[in-house]
T-cell receptor
Framework: AQSVTQPDIHITVSEGASLELRCNYS??????LFWYVQSPGQGLQLLLK??????LVQGIKGFEAEFKRSQSSFNLRKPSVHWSDAAEYFC????????????FGKGTTLSVSS | DVKVTQSSRYLVKRTGEKVFLECVQD?????MFWYRQDPGLGLRLIYF???????EKGDIPEGYSVSREKKERFSLILESASTNQTSMYLC???????????FGQGTRLTVV
């Protein structure tokens, strides 16, 4: 069965430092890949997506992610974290088949220290 | 702006009540989804629908049903609410070909 693993439950980063959130997926073919962010009390907002082509994708709010097929990974990065980036981050895959839905990881909570 | 609207942000219901959670999207999307979000468990798919009157079970359909009579509206029904259904419920929609989903703000349901 398809699955998504986010190994880090909680990460704390200093403001201005770089960030990398890890995501690994288990699926035979290359699925569609997504990162979503959820601020407290809010719904989920799409940060970026990968369907095909260039393996480094740019998203909103200065985030980027790199797809590595050999590692089945889709890690999220940001060069300099801002206090407003504190939120919960979810990696998701969509198996790219008719009649399927997004499968989410369990999320990584990001705290930003000053 | 695209919009997925959930009828309530907060609900408190009693055990055994029949509960309706409503979701409306204004983007003419084919697909609609209901997820449940619990701390440490992420989002788990309850049901989804890829067309009017069509529905598919997700990972945790037990205790829930859904209704999609119109393209823009997808309802989640708790036939007899139980305390273990206390959770955050998130509705989403997507186009059939683009795959990425837009989410509503969520409904925090408490069953007492």
């Amino acid at each position: 069965a398809q699955s998504v693993t986010q190994p880090d439950i909680h990460i704390t980063v200093s403001e201005g430092a770089s960030l990398e959130l890890r995501c690994n997926y288990s699926y035979g073919a290359t699925p569609y890949l997504f990162w979503y962010v959820q601020s407290p009390g809010q719904g989920l907002q799409l940060l970026l997506k990968y369907f095909s082509g260039d393996t480094l994708v740019q998203g909103i709010k200065g985030f980027e992610a790199e797809f590595k097929r050999s590692q089945s990974s889709f890690n999220l990065r940001k060069p300099s974290v801002h206090w407003s980036d504190a939120a919960e981050y979810f990696c998701a895959v969509e198996p790219n088949q008719a009649g399927t839905a997004l499968i989410f990881g369990k999320g990584t909570t990001l705290s930003v220290s000053s | 702006d695209v919009k997925v609207t959930q009828s309530s942000r907060y609900l408190v219901k009693r055990t055994g009540e029949k509960v309706f959670l409503e979701c409306v999207q204004d983007m003419d999307h084919e697909n609609m989804f209901w997820y449940r979000q619990d701390p440490g468990l992420g989002l788990r798919l309850i049901y989804f629908s890829y067309d009017v009157k069509m529905k598919e079970k997700g990972d945790i359909p037990e205790g829930y049903s859904v209704s999609r009579e119109k393209k823009e509206r997808f309802s989640l029904i708790l036939e007899s609410a139980s305390t273990n259904q206390t959770s955050m419920y998130l509705c989403a929609s997507s186009q059939a070909d683009t795959r990425f989903a837009f989410f509503g703000q969520g409904t925090r349901l408490t069953v007492v």
